[in-house]
């Protein structure tokens, strides 16, 4: 055998054990998942059918909190990617006085814990009576996005020639104009990464949930299953299928937007 | 001109909705939650009472937060450079035209879509001492000596905690990596390699210095979050047992939650806040003016 | 122009008056985290019967998931909001006179006459609902933290006896080891109310009572002795990888006998039984050594926040919480014996039943004493448990001293802020 060969084989080996270790939990989350209260005890047990009573249980603690996280996270990946490229616009075109300023200010909220705002900020949303409520909720996403959406929408907007602007600016076009027709269909990869990472980020959010709603109506998902995580006798069963059901829909978000999450990453930070 | 003016007047309009809205509710809820650091409030009285600086005095004099700092220092480190380089490792094997390429992506990226909270609820379950996959394993495999209590032990209880987080954030190293991995401009390479470099030398004089900005991306993420460390961390441990697996935020959770003095905690977050923008603002500086070269 | 505006004034009041004079159905809320099985059967029961009481009130209940630290916060949102619910489940002692003194809680004296609050509870428990000479809060139920429960079946397996001294515990212990069963049983942030027994013991009530009034000093000796008790008697009988379980999984450890003895909360009656233990035969229980003729207790009572839209409502509910009704229905499914002691037995199990009969002997020849956490402020309170836990991970000298340092500096300070209360004084 060629070294050439061994070296592949060495590869393929390695890959597939690393992947085998990484699926494990997932695996046993699964398996758990179908698996009779008492089947669950051993650990190593294959179940004998599909005990579906688990999914049950669990929907109906977190069904709801499913519902009200796709409320709560479409609206507000969509805002917040918009509103993050409405900085990142004059930010990556035009230099001003104190342009470094802004931006400085606007990316100091990537290192603010976000423990540290939970009760002033529950008292300013109470103030204006957007506590427990959606309308709450997809502002609070928002401005909060704004720092990691501006960073990554900026590096994208600057790797697009400025020749361009000026190109459409003498043919008559609109500053706006320019960033409604050109701008953002050419960002699409810098978008897609954007609204991802966004998607992830507010989905999986727990203290903003938690601070701020209250109601059944309102309450995300994350903050159902930490409860149920908490509970004092806990069913591994149940928990097991109502983790599966809460993290389907990111999962597959990043399967279906997988290459163009790939490709807009980087921010556009190395490209040139 | 009227150009220059117009100009001016668009770009301010589209600046002043994020700023304006970013200095309402974040700037102003963070300088609230800095006054409040110099307050005693127990959450439900109607006022708060002026303490100056006895909340930092107590919090400096705490062993309790020593310790909750050193945790951190220890995430710091495991996450600036253990999910790296796992990262890294992966995407080298998989760059290599391997067949199949996306199915391992898949599996080793999935992790990090998933809720911290969730990842707690598995891996306390792999980690139950009686019945979970560990123990069990290594009792079925004849280790039975070497099972261990993988979050009650206080030796390694944070490390155990650590573990989980590798599996959950090496997902993004890898993406970082992999998009990094493909940006390398393929001249460079072949020159390498006509040179006569071979796998190593090609890797450590082209690739690693063509990776570092997914480098200092994924530094940079992982230094902020290692800061900020506490949904895992509640969710498995709570930061016990005892304080061996605290961190500072999960300490300024029960401070002002459990022990209801959310003046001590307003002071812990501040701390917070000092240390992550200590650690985050070299890496912003950087980013920044490499990006001033490449615009024009 | 002053004439009329008090002449509209007078008459949009009076037209206030009129229209909520004319509503007669009434909603009153109670918050609470009683969410698991018997806890929500218990209180449904008595939300039945305070319907059957006042059909023409409508009683509303909210679950809060998370227990006194969250109903803090939640509550803390509603006064903010000046949107309180009309009663709440409350801790009694510390946190309920917290409420009293931020001015958030309605004094309660005219229920409490009505339901003959002093002759029906205890006066330790008056104590702990009584401020300033008013009353503010209606305690429901009680249950011991200071038994220990044990499987029958291997006690008789290996023929013993129940251990009344520290010697005898020691021995119990010693045997199991021998014959590879865990004596004991316990649980991460559990490890406190196993202390007390000790401390009881080398310092009698007067000296737990003291330390809840901060007036022991965490370095005087006697608390060293009862650290070191604790250690050598509990800490070395503690089941292999204790800090890895909470506390319904150690208690599975005494369901499948892995593990022989388990101190906590009667509240695991309930969950024995519902895993199918029959109390009696099954299991046992007996006082932790010490702890004799002195029984510790946790209660539950409910508490009427200022300002609230529905007092009447909520008065009602307060008037069956402390009726023999109410508390019969709330304690027969929640597996406690009630805090009303006029309260007849017939509704408890044989355990339960025990239990009241202790709990009424101690009543009348002993002291009834309530968990440190009602006596402590919040943050001893927390700090003590984690620090007891810290030294039960490694019983050494060297550790100790560490703890005795921390929780000492801690009560100076403590003392200095002025933030402890005489509760004999109360």
């Known amino acids: 055998m060629t070294k050439r060969r061994i070296v592949r084989i060495l590869l393929y080996t390695i890959l597939t054990l690393l992947a085998v270790l990484f699926a494990v939990p997932l695996v046993v989350m699964v398996v758990t998942s179908i698996k009779t209260p008492a089947e669950v005890v051993n650990v190593f047990a294959w179940p004998q059918e599909i005990y579906w009573a688990n999914y049950i249980k669990a929907f109906e603690i977190i069904g709801r909190g499913l519902l009200n996280s796709m409320f709560i996270t479409v609206p507000s990946v969509v805002i917040s990617a918009f509103v993050g490229s409405l900085g990142a616009y004059p930010l990556s075109q035009f230099r001003f006085k104190g342009d470094y300023a802004v931006y400085m200010f606007l990316l100091a909220g990537l290192f603010i814990p976000i423990q540290i705002v939970m009760i002033p900020l529950f008292q300013i949303m109470r103030s204006l009576k957007l506590y427990d409520s959606f309308v709450g909720m997809w502002l609070v996403h928002t401005v909060y996005g704004i720092p990691i959406c501006t960073f990554y929408l900026r590096n994208y907007f600057a790797t697009i020639p400025r020749s361009l602007l000026e190109a459409s600016l003498i043919d008559g076009c609109s500053i706006a104009g320019y960033y409604f027709r050109i701008l953002i269909p050419l960002a699409k990869p810098g978008f897609a990464a ?79 | ?206 690739m690693l210095p063509q990776l570092l900005p997914s480098t200092i991306v994924v530094m940079a993420m992982s230094g902020i979050s290692a800061m900020r460390v506490f949904d895992l961390v509640y969710s498995l441990t709570r930061g016990g047992p005892g304080y061996s697996t605290e961190v500072l935020a999960t300490m300024m959770f029960d401070v002002s939650f459990n022990r209801f003095e959310m003046g001590l905690g307003s002071a812990l977050a501040v701390v917070l806040l000092v240390l992550s923008a200590v650690i985050i603002l070299p890496y912003i500086y950087h980013t920044s003016r490499s990006l001033e070269e490449i615009r024009y | 122009m002053y004439r009329n505006k008090r002449a509209l004034f007078g008459l949009v009041a009076a037209l206030v008056l009129v229209m909520s004079a004319s509503v007669s159905i009434q909603a009153a809320e109670m918050w609470h985290y009683w969410l698991s099985g018997g806890e929500k059967e218990a209180l449904d029961a008595f939300l039945d019967k305070a319907r059957e009481l006042y059909p023409n009130v409508e009683f509303t209940e909210r679950g809060i998931p998370g227990s006194t630290s969250e109903m803090r916060r939640q509550l803390g949102a509603a006064f903010m909001a000046n949107d309180p619910p009309e009663l709440y489940q409350s801790a009694i002692g510390y946190d309920m006179k917290s409420y009293v003194d931020a001015g958030r809680l309605e004094p309660i004296d005219d229920i409490w006459e009505a339901v003959n609050g002093d002759e029906i509870f205890s006066e330790g428990l008056q104590r702990m609902v009584k401020f300033d000479g008013h009353a503010y809060g209606i305690p429901l139920n009680t249950h011991v933290i200071s038994h220990i429960f044990y499987n029958k079946h291997i006690f008789e397996k290996y023929d013993l006896d129940i251990p009344t001294t520290w010697d005898e515990f020691k021995e119990v212990s010693k045997t199991l080891r021998e014959n590879g069963i865990e004596p004991f049983a316990a649980a991460t942030s559990w490890t406190l109310t196993h202390f007390y027994a000790p401390l009881i013991t080398v310092l009698g009530p007067e000296g737990y009572l003291a330390l809840g009034n901060g007036e022991l000093a965490f370095t005087d000796p006697k608390v060293r002795e009862a650290f070191e008790l604790y250690g050598d008697a509990f800490v070395s009988s503690y089941m292999f990888g204790w800090s890895g379980y909470g506390w319904a999984e150690a208690a599975n450890e005494l369901l499948q006998g892995n593990a022989a003895m388990y101190l906590n909360g009667d509240w695991v009656v309930a969950y024995f039984e519902q895993a199918g233990w029959t109390p009696g035969e099954d299991f046992g229980f007996f006082p932790a050594p010490g702890t004799e003729d002195a029984i510790i207790i946790q209660v539950d009572a409910l508490a009427a926040p200022k300002n609230a839209k529905d007092t009447e409502g909520a008065k009602a509910l307060m008037t069956v919480a402390g009726s023999i009704d109410g508390q019969s229905a709330f304690n027969k499914h929640k597996g406690s014996v009630a805090a009303n002691l006029a ?78 209360v005489k509760w004999q004084d109360m």
């Open chain 1, 194 to 272: 954007v609204i991802i990472l966004q998607a992830r980020a507010i989905w999986n959010d727990l203290l903003f949930g938690l601070t701020l709603t209250r109601s059944d109506f309102v309450r995300p998902v994350t903050v159902e299953l930490a409860t149920f995580v908490g509970q004092t006798d806990v069913q591994y069963g149940q928990l097991m299928a109502a983790t599966l059901l809460s993290i389907l829909p990111t999962i597959i978000v990043f399967l279906i937007f997988r290459r163009q999450f790939i490709e807009g990453v980087l921010g556009g930070s190395v490209k040139g």
């Open chain 2, 1 to 206: 001109m009227k150009l220059a003016t117009e100009k001016r007047l668009t770009f301010s309009l589209f600046l002043l909705i994020p700023v304006l809205s970013f200095a309402i509710f974040v700037i102003y809820p963070v300088y609230q939650s800095i006054v409040l650091s110099f307050h005693k409030w127990d959450g439900i009285s109607p006022t708060a009472t002026y303490v100056g600086l006895q909340n930092y005095q107590k919090l400096f004099a705490n062993p309790r937060f020593w310790t909750a700092l050193s945790n951190n220092a220890k995430w710091l480190v495991f996450s600036l450079f253990i999910p790296t380089s796992v990262g890294l490792l992966l995407a080298l094997l998989i760059n290599q035209k391997i067949k199949g390429e996306s199915i391992y992506q898949t599996i080793f990226f999935i992790p990090y879509t998933i809720t911290p909270v969730a990842v707690a609820a598995v891996w306390r379950w792999l980690f139950e001492p009686r019945n979970g996959l560990f123990n069990r394993f290594l009792i079925e495999v004849g280790l039975r000596d070497h099972i261990k209590i993988w979050l009650g032990d206080p030796t390694i209880a944070t490390y155990s905690i650590m573990l989980s987080s590798l599996w959950w954030t090496t997902g993004f190293a890898l993406v970082m990596y992999i998009s990094g991995l493909r940006e390398i401009p393929v001249e460079l390479l072949e020159a390498a390699e006509i040179d006569g470099a071979g796998f190593f030398r090609k890797f450590r004089s082209v």
């Open chain 3, 343 to 420: 309260v007849p037995p017939e509704i408890y199990n044989p355990i339960l039943l025990e239990t009241y009969n202790r709990i009424q002997r101690v009543n009348e020849e002993g002291t009834i004493l309530p968990n440190q956490l009602f006596m402590l402020p919040p943050s001893l309170y927390q700090e003590l448990g984690r620090q007891v836990e810290m030294y039960a991970l490694n019983p050494t000298d060297k550790v100790l001293d560490g703890v005795l340092n921390t929780l000492e500096n801690m009560r100076q300070d403590l003392l200095k802020e002025n933030a402890f």
